[in-house]
C-alpha cells in the first residue's frame, strides 16, 4: 500500500470537472419530471439505449426529490470501482481525495459475512457537504436485487457493476434517500448513471418495530415536500457530478502509482 504522504498530496491535486453539457443540463432548471425512472423500473438503468433525460433534476408528484447524473469513465474498469468502494472508506484520508472542498471524513461498518461484493452489506459514514451545509451522512450498500432491481446484474454483460444503498442523516437518524450508482461497459472503460430518489424511503433509524410504522406514516407527499428542501436535487446533482468527474480520473492515477490493483476481468 502506498504510504500516506502520496494521499495527502493529492489533496492538492486539482480536480477534474464535469463535462460542460452534464453541468449545462443541472444549470438549466429542472427536468420534465415525466421524463423521470420511475423507482419500479430500476432495471432501464441497466439498458445502454439513451433515457430521455440522462442528467437532469425536479421534484416528483410524489414529493420526491430526483437525481440523474451521467458521468463517462473512460479507462475504468468494474473491478477498480469495487475496489474503490471497498477500499476507501477505511481512511477518512482515501475520501477525502475524492472531492477535496466537500468530503470531510468517513468510516465504515462491515458485515461480519460479505457478498458477491465487498461494499454490499457495509454500511458508510462519510461526513460531507453536497451543497446545503456540513452533515453526517449514513450510506447502508445493500445487493441491487434488495432495493428493486430484477437480480443484481452480476450476469448482465451490459453491466460492469452497480453500486446501490439507501442513505439518511446519522444526526437525525434519519434514513431518507435511495441511491443507485449503475456503472455500464463503454467501450474501454464505463458510463455511469447516477440516480436519487430524496425522500423516497423515510424511516428512522430505530428497531424494526418502531421504524416501520413510523416510516409508514412519514413516506407521504407533503412530509416529503417539508423534509426535502428544495434546493435539495440540484445541489445534490451538482455535487454527483464534481465527485464522479474526478473519480474518473483519479481511479487511473491511483491504479497508475500502483496504489489500485492492477487491471483484472470483471
Known amino acids: 500500500m502506498s504510504p500516506a504522504p502520496d494521499l495527502e498530496r493529492l489533496l492538492e491535486r486539482p480536480m477534474s470537472p464535469p463535462d460542460p453539457g452534464v453541468l449545462a443540463a443541472i444549470d438549466s432548471g429542472p427536468m420534465d419530471p415525466d421524463d423521470a425512472v420511475g423507482r419500479d423500473d430500476l432495471d432501464r438503468l441497466r439498458d445502454p439505449e439513451p433515457l430521455v433525460a440522462e442528467t437532469g433534476w425536479c421534484r416528483l408528484a410524489d414529493g420526491v426529490g430526483y437525481v440523474a447524473v451521467r458521468t463517462a469513465m473512460p479507462g475504468v474498469d468494474a473491478a477498480l470501482v469495487d475496489w474503490w468502494f471497498d477500499w476507501h472508506p477505511d481512511d477518512p484520508l482515501r475520501y477525502r481525495i475524492w472531492h477535496p472542498a466537500a468530503h470531510v471524513s468517513n468510516r465504515v461498518e462491515r458485515p461480519a459475512a460479505t457478498g458477491a461484493k465487498a461494499h454490499w452489506g457495509t454500511t458508510h459514514h462519510p461526513v460531507e457537504d453536497v451543497g446545503l451545509g456540513v452533515t453526517d451522512v449514513r450510506i447502508e ?61 423515510i424511516r428512522p433509524y430505530a428497531p424494526a418495530a418502531l421504524a416501520a410504522p413510523v416510516g409508514a406514516l412519514l413516506n407521504r407527499a407533503a412530509i416529503r415536500r417539508l423534509a426535502v428542501p428544495k434546493e435539495a436535487p440540484r445541489a445534490l446533482a451538482r455535487h454527483c457530478a464534481e465527485e464522479y468527474a474526478n473519480l474518473a480520473t483519479l481511479l487511473p492515477e491511483l491504479r497508475e502509482a500502483g496504489i489500485a490493483p492492477a487491471s483484472v476481468s470483471a
Open 141 to 201: 450498500f445493500r445487493a441491487p436485487s434488495d432495493l428493486g432491481f430484477s437480480d443484481d446484474g452480476l450476469d448482465d454483460g451490459r453491466v460492469g457493476t452497480i453500486v446501490a444503498g439507501l442513505a439518511g442523516d446519522d444526526g437525525r437518524r434519519l434514513r431518507h434517500t435511495l441511491m443507485v450508482h449503475v456503472f455500464l461497459r463503454d467501450g474501454d472503460g464505463l458510463v455511469l448513471r447516477s440516480h436519487f430518489w430524496l425522500g423516497a424511503a
